[in-house]
């Protein structure tokens, strides 16, 4: 049967309904070891075809081809049965143990020796940590038909499967979290291609995760590929290590649809294995690699470190170790986050003193922050190395967006067209500036060490459209800035004090002014950035876990659309015209699967008409709300006013208690709040009912920074701008199920006093 288009959404339709599946990254993980089964039942049907007396690791019974499918006459294992063989045989006997009955040994676990064939190993390897979360037999049975769909003999199939890997990667992405996200395709594919592989050449990437980099070095060096032997070559040049079990059992799938039948992947730790160990056998020819970045490591990772080098930051750690296993002239392409430049505690001070003072780190290429949206919006760089020689000269080369977007996105991501640029660049270098800074420049390997004390952010973006970090990440940020600034401070410090004293300094000490002026504005941006961080987090889902048994977005909105009927049919609000369906470049970031987006149109009554009051049908007891008593950006109640406290002049609008109220004037100084009580307001306010939706989430949503970017970004007037009704009703809403709304609700104000409390 071919492969449908909607592969993943069926999948993941089935799997919201069974209660054991908690969050996308469970659901991914569920779906993941089930391919690998019937990918490694299709290889070993390639296997006993052109090996004599081959014998499956896995027992007969266990086989992919003799339990997860139908029988001659359609009969298939489901239910509590099919549960209770997953859980209790299939599992145990894949991870390595036995299953008995009384003394008696039904099914003995797979053994692994030292000579057990790679190809064979990597079975136990893959289970040892994997998972069955699924509950229900009957879903787990529908999922299983799915997945047994594909047909691995069939070219169209396969080929098809590629669009079905590139789908898991993207929903794993979304399912993430800091330093959990896998590299992309357009930057995997320029590293590769600028490394220029070599049949003979042994590629090394000690975090493979998912393989991305494995592939492109195999995409590369395929074109070489003339003969058997140079195959034998190719499938033996590669070597990868991950660390977490659900990234390793997705790379050996990786690499078993990619006909490499040994893959030399294995699941376990890069960093535990003493650094100063290391033989020439260690070393590798080409390293291909994106750290893991943002973690930190305790102290009994960090022993295996010379002391110089012992980071409790895991990118830093996987630094030295790339250093130390780059055989000599060896070349290496490397992604790093800005931190790692700019940064200046002495681990990262003395790996990068290593770095260009005992290799040659030729070029680092710039890369903008959205590269990785909408996954992370940690801003990266590739640097790019060998072990020939000490660097002389390091080019600095910004890739900037391209003319026709603003940024990268999950529709329009990053293309390998746009480092065309770079590509051509590369084999012609030359400076290039850009007013007073630089798009292109070189810099002495000299004027790095000392008089930029290491840190060598240079050529960077200076006119960049603001960022919104996730919370870990504006976090690990703030204080590599700051521990940059100080250092950079200190320095200078020392400078002054040794001219006193009538030694030479050889940089200006202006620095120091510009660090502390620099610093007071870190300070003071750090509160307001922290907030803004952390709504986005919140309407991306990931500020609070998804529960199964709170339903999904999708029933949400269902339950929606009928109270409106109710309501239109009861006439307590007039029928409106059907907004425009949600297009697939409209969606500005991955959300939860059990979330969906909708528009503020769709969930609120926004565009109904507004109940308006003359001054003469105006009592004095009312409360008269006007814009300047409501506090921008928080949306409090400066002061209290009743109409005969206020001359009331012209129509006010009514408003009721619960209802949320939103500024349409000046809409950037967000005067968004939830009415505490009924009263009469200005026409600038725009009072409105949500249907089955939790106000107060609403009220965060429109205060997000990709709200208030879509809202200013189409205001009208100059003076005194506004927002429309239909740029309201057509904004983009993401909806979670209400009882997470209000999950989501009661973290922000947990953690946003804390946000103010930072000023």
């Given at each position: 049967?071919?492969?449908?288009?909607?592969?993943?959404?069926?999948?993941?339709?089935?799997?919201?309904?069974?209660?054991?599946?908690?969050?996308?990254?469970?659901?991914?993980?569920?779906?993941?070891?089930?391919?690998?089964?019937?990918?490694?039942?299709?290889?070993?049907?390639?296997?006993?075809?052109?090996?004599?007396?081959?014998?499956?690791?896995?027992?007969?019974?266990?086989?992919?081809?003799?339990?997860?499918?139908?029988?001659?006459?359609?009969?298939?294992?489901?239910?509590?049965?099919?549960?209770?063989?997953?859980?209790?045989?299939?599992?145990?006997?894949?991870?390595?143990?036995?299953?008995?009955?009384?003394?008696?040994?039904?099914?003995?676990?797979?053994?692994?020796?030292?000579?057990?064939?790679?190809?064979?190993?990597?079975?136990?390897?893959?289970?040892?940590?994997?998972?069955?979360?699924?509950?229900?037999?009957?879903?787990?049975?529908?999922?299983?038909?799915?997945?047994?769909?594909?047909?691995?003999?069939?070219?169209?199939?396969?080929?098809?499967?590629?669009?079905?890997?590139?789908?898991?990667?993207?929903?794993?992405?979304?399912?993430?979290?800091?330093?959990?996200?896998?590299?992309?395709?357009?930057?995997?594919?320029?590293?590769?291609?600028?490394?220029?592989?070599?049949?003979?050449?042994?590629?090394?990437?000690?975090?493979?995760?998912?393989?991305?980099?494995?592939?492109?070095?195999?995409?590369?060096?395929?074109?070489?590929?003339?003969?058997?032997?140079?195959?034998?070559?190719?499938?033996?040049?590669?070597?990868?290590?991950?660390?977490?079990?659900?990234?390793?059992?997705?790379?050996?799938?990786?690499?078993?649809?990619?006909?490499?039948?040994?893959?030399?992947?294995?699941?376990?730790?890069?960093?535990?294995?003493?650094?100063?160990?290391?033989?020439?056998?260690?070393?590798?020819?080409?390293?291909?690699?994106?750290?893991?970045?943002?973690?930190?490591?305790?102290?009994?990772?960090?022993?295996?470190?010379?002391?110089?080098?012992?980071?409790?930051?895991?990118?830093?750690?996987?630094?030295?170790?790339?250093?130390?296993?780059?055989?000599?002239?060896?070349?290496?392409?490397?992604?790093?986050?800005?931190?790692?430049?700019?940064?200046?505690?002495?681990?990262?001070?003395?790996?990068?003193?290593?770095?260009?003072?005992?290799?040659?780190?030729?070029?680092?290429?710039?890369?903008?922050?959205?590269?990785?949206?909408?996954?992370?919006?940690?801003?990266?760089?590739?640097?790019f190395f060998d072990n020939t020689k000490p660097t002389t000269e390091t080019w600095f080369y910004r890739v900037d967006i391209p003319s026709d977007r603003k940024h990268f996105s999950k529709t329009k991501p990053m293309e390998l067209k746009h480092f065309e640029d770079c590509i051509t660049w590369w084999n012609n270098r030359e400076i290039i500036p850009d007013g007073e800074y630089f798009k292109v420049q070189k810099y002495t390997a000299d004027y790095l060490l000392n008089e930029q004390g290491c840190n060598i952010d240079l050529c960077g973006y200076p006119?960049?459209?603001?960022?919104?970090?996730?919370?870990?990440?504006?976090?690990?940020?703030?204080?590599?800035?700051?521990?940059?600034?100080?250092?950079?401070?200190?320095?200078?410090?020392?400078?002054?004090?040794?001219?006193?004293?009538?030694?030479?300094?050889?940089?200006?000490?202006?620095?120091?002014?510009?660090?502390?002026?620099?610093?007071?504005?870190?300070?003071?941006?750090?509160?307001?950035?922290?907030?803004?961080?952390?709504?986005?987090?919140?309407?991306?889902?990931?500020?609070?876990?998804?529960?199964?048994?709170?339903?999904?977005?999708?029933?949400?909105?269902?339950?929606?659309?009928?109270?409106?009927?109710?309501?239109?049919?009861?006439?307590?609000?007039?029928?409106?015209?059907?907004?425009?369906?949600?297009?697939?470049?409209?969606?500005?970031?991955?959300?939860?699967?059990?979330?969906?987006?909708?528009?503020?149109?769709?969930?609120?009554?926004?565009?109904?008409?507004?109940?308006?009051?003359?001054?003469?049908?105006?009592?004095?007891?009312?409360?008269?709300?006007?814009?300047?008593?409501?506090?921008?950006?928080?949306?409090?109640?400066?002061?209290?006013?009743?109409?005969?406290?206020?001359?009331?002049?012209?129509?006010?609008?009514?408003?009721?208690?619960?209802q949320v109220l939103y500024s349409k004037l000046r809409p950037y100084l967000k005067k968004i709040l939830v009415a505490p009580d009924n009263g009469i307001c200005t026409p600038e306010l725009v009072p409105f009912n949500t249907y089955l939706v939790y106000a107060n989430y609403i009220v965060y949503v429109l205060r997000s920074p990709h709200i208030d970017y879509a809202v200013n970004s189409v205001t009208y007037g100059v003076k005194m701008p506004r927002v429309g009704t239909e740029t309201m009703v057509n904004l983009l809403i993401p909806l979670p199920p209400?009882?997470?709304?209000?999950?989501?609700?009661?973290?922000?104000?947990?953690?946003?006093?804390?946000?103010?409390?930072?000023?």
């Amino acid at each position: 049967m071919a492969m449908q288009s909607g592969f993943i959404k069926r999948i993941r339709d089935i799997m919201r309904m069974d209660a054991g599946i908690n969050g996308d990254a469970q659901r991914i993980e569920q779906m993941v070891w089930m391919l690998f089964l019937k990918v490694y039942d299709a290889k070993e049907d390639d296997w006993e075809l052109n090996e004599d007396n081959y014998e499956s690791i896995i027992p007969e019974d266990l086989r992919w081809r003799n339990w997860a499918k139908a029988d001659s006459n359609g009969h298939a294992m489901t239910g509590d049965k099919l549960l209770n063989f997953v859980n209790n045989t299939l599992f145990p006997v894949l991870k390595g143990n036995d299953v008995k009955e009384g003394d008696t040994i039904l099914y003995e676990g797979i053994k692994v020796a030292p000579d057990t064939p790679i190809k064979k190993a990597i079975v136990k390897s893959t289970f040892e940590d994997a998972n069955n979360y699924m509950k229900d037999g009957v879903y787990l049975r529908q999922v299983i038909d799915v997945i047994d769909e594909i047909e691995f003999d069939d070219v169209k199939e396969s080929h098809a499967f590629g669009f079905v890997y590139e789908e898991i990667l993207r929903e794993l992405q979304s399912a993430g979290s800091s330093g959990e996200f896998y590299t992309p395709r357009a930057v995997t594919e320029f590293m590769a291609l600028m490394i220029k592989p070599q049949l003979g050449e042994k590629m090394a990437d000690f975090a493979c995760g998912t393989g991305g980099f494995i592939t492109s070095w195999l995409g590369q060096l395929s074109k070489q590929v003339t003969d058997t032997s140079a195959q034998k070559q190719l499938d033996d040049s590669i070597y990868g290590i991950e660390k977490k079990p659900f990234p390793y059992l997705l790379c050996v799938t990786n690499m078993l649809l990619h006909d490499i039948e040994v893959p030399n992947i294995y699941h376990t730790n890069s960093l535990k294995h003493n650094l100063l160990d290391y033989t020439d056998d260690d070393k590798f020819d080409v390293i291909l690699m994106n750290p893991p970045y943002g973690g930190h490591e305790d102290k009994s990772i960090q022993g295996f470190f010379p002391d110089d080098l012992a980071s409790s930051e895991t990118a830093d750690l996987f630094m030295s170790v790339i250093l130390y296993r780059l055989k000599k002239n060896g070349r290496a392409a490397v992604v790093v986050p800005d931190g790692f430049l700019f940064g200046q505690d002495n681990a990262k001070v003395n790996i990068k003193k290593k770095l260009i003072g005992e290799f040659n780190l030729h070029t680092v290429i710039r890369l903008p922050s959205s590269v990785f949206s909408p996954y992370t919006s940690i801003t990266t760089n590739l640097l790019f190395f060998d072990n020939t020689k000490p660097t002389t000269e390091t080019w600095f080369y910004r890739v900037d967006i391209p003319s026709d977007r603003k940024h990268f996105s999950k529709t329009k991501p990053m293309e390998l067209k746009h480092f065309e640029d770079c590509i051509t660049w590369w084999n012609n270098r030359e400076i290039i500036p850009d007013g007073e800074y630089f798009k292109v420049q070189k810099y002495t390997a000299d004027y790095l060490l000392n008089e930029q004390g290491c840190n060598i952010d240079l050529c960077g973006y200076p006119h960049e459209e603001e960022e919104v970090l996730a919370p870990a990440d504006l976090i690990q940020k703030y204080e590599e800035k700051r521990a940059s600034l100080n250092a950079e401070i200190d320095r200078t410090i020392l400078a002054l004090s040794a001219s006193l004293n009538g030694e030479p300094v050889n940089f200006d000490t202006q620095g120091t002014i510009n660090a502390c002026g620099k610093m007071d504005d870190l300070h003071k941006r750090f509160p307001e950035d922290m907030k803004k961080s952390v709504l986005q987090y919140a309407i991306q889902g990931k500020l609070v876990e998804q529960r199964a048994e709170e339903g999904t977005g999708e029933e949400l909105y269902r339950q929606i659309q009928e109270e409106k009927k109710r309501l239109i049919k009861e006439g307590k609000i007039k029928k409106e015209k059907p907004l425009p369906e949600i297009a697939e470049d409209e969606i500005p970031f991955d959300i939860p699967g059990s979330w969906k987006w909708v528009r503020l149109g769709d969930c609120t009554g926004y565009s109904q008409t507004k109940p308006k009051i003359s001054p003469k049908d105006i009592t004095e007891n009312m409360w008269s709300l006007d814009l300047e008593d409501i506090q921008k950006e928080s949306g409090a109640i400066l002061t209290r006013i009743t109409a005969s406290e206020r001359k009331i002049t012209g129509d006010k609008v009514l408003f009721y208690k619960g209802q949320v109220l939103y500024s349409k004037l000046r809409p950037y100084l967000k005067k968004i709040l939830v009415a505490p009580d009924n009263g009469i307001c200005t026409p600038e306010l725009v009072p409105f009912n949500t249907y089955l939706v939790y106000a107060n989430y609403i009220v965060y949503v429109l205060r997000s920074p990709h709200i208030d970017y879509a809202v200013n970004s189409v205001t009208y007037g100059v003076k005194m701008p506004r927002v429309g009704t239909e740029t309201m009703v057509n904004l983009l809403i993401p909806l979670p199920p209400i009882a997470e709304q209000k999950r989501i609700v009661a973290k922000l104000e947990e953690i946003l006093p804390l946000c103010e409390r930072l000023k």
